[in-house]
């Protein structure tokens, strides 16, 4: 069976997802040693701007831009935002893009920097799923992340997952599709206060519908240990495993290292800036 990662990446007016895409194939490749699959609008601008992702990248899966067009906040640390559009809705085509018989889907802010991940391939399930977060602060409270909202399910992390091609898996994807045509209705029923559609909920509401709206074994968590840095924190370097930030504290930042993990870095500026000094000698 063909094994592989799957990426996808759209631009935003000042963000650029592909270069983000690129540098994590660069870390898959490095340590998990798969094939990796791009999904993207924009081919072109990525054969212009990094004629070396073919050391990387080992398909490239062109889509049209997305219809879906939301906004979001980002921030760069504590002190400076940017409202910009954000294409982050097909999720649910997975299952008919990847070339792939096991995938793991990763969001391209993720820093793969072991290969813990290679132990999803071959198992007996045929999805997989992250759930659980260590937060780099450690002393942070996230409780609020456990549902997607007080009085609903269990939040689980579409940042990453793993399937099998199968009917069952084929069926999720396509729950996951009605639910992104319907949210509207869903956002209402499961009291999500959040207007925008967010993939990480339709996921969670599909796994809820199929355990039979209770709580259950099934799925089970993505078997590897990852950790979140927020996007108020900074990621200041980036030097062979080690990941040197500042975390933020009220109106205050505290250094922080890690070593050998797999982050999930929200605050792409940062991310964005790093991987520039990496590129360097490409």
């Known amino acids: 069976m063909t094994q592989g990662v799957l990426l996808f990446a759209y631009n935003s007016k000042n963000m650029d997802y592909t270069k983000q895409a690129i540098y994590c ?3 898959i490749k490095k ?3 798969k094939e990796v699959a791009l999904v993207t609008d924009n081919e072109e601008y990525i054969q212009r701007q990094y ?3 073919k050391k990387y990248i080992d398909y490239i899966i062109s889509t049209g831009h997305e219809s879906d067009v939301q906004e979001r906040v980002y921030n760069d640390g504590l002190y400076h935002s940017d409202r910009q559009r954000w294409y982050n809705t097909n999720r649910s ?3 008919n893009l990847t070339p792939f018989d096991e995938t793991l889907v990763l969001d391209t802010d993720v820093l793969v920097f072991n290969d813990e991940l290679n ?4 198992v007996s399930d045929d999805f997989l799923i992250s759930k659980d977060y260590n937060f780099v602060d450690m002393k942070r409270d996230y409780s609020e992340f456990n549902k997607i909202s007080e009085t609903t399910c269990s939040m689980f992390w579409a940042t990453i997952f793993y399937f099998k ?11 996951i599709e009605h639910i992104k045509e319907n949210w509207h209705f869903y956002r209402l029923v499961y009291e ?3 207007t925008k559609f967010r993939n990480d909920y339709a996921f969670s509401i599909a796994i809820h519908m199929l355990r039979g709206m209770k709580e259950a074994t099934w799925p089970l968590c993505i078997p590897a240990s ?3 840095t927020v996007d108020k924190d900074i990621l200041l370097s980036i030097n062979d495993t080690k990941l040197t930030m500042l975390l933020h504290k009220e109106y205050d930042y505290q250094g922080s290292v890690i070593r050998d993990a797999n982050v999930h870095v929200m605050n792409k500026f940062s991310l964005e800036r790093c991987i520039n000094k990496v590129f360097e000698n490409e």
């Open 25 to 27: 194939a660069k870390l």
């Open 31 to 33: 340590y998990l040693n």
């Open 51 to 53: 004629p070396f992702y």
């Open 93 to 95: 085509t997975c299952y």
């Open 119 to 122: 132990k999803c391939f071959g």
């Open 165 to 175: 091609k199968t009917k069952f898996t084929e069926m999720f994807f396509d729950l």
């Open 192 to 194: 999500i206060s959040e």
């Open 226 to 228: 990852m950790w979140i």
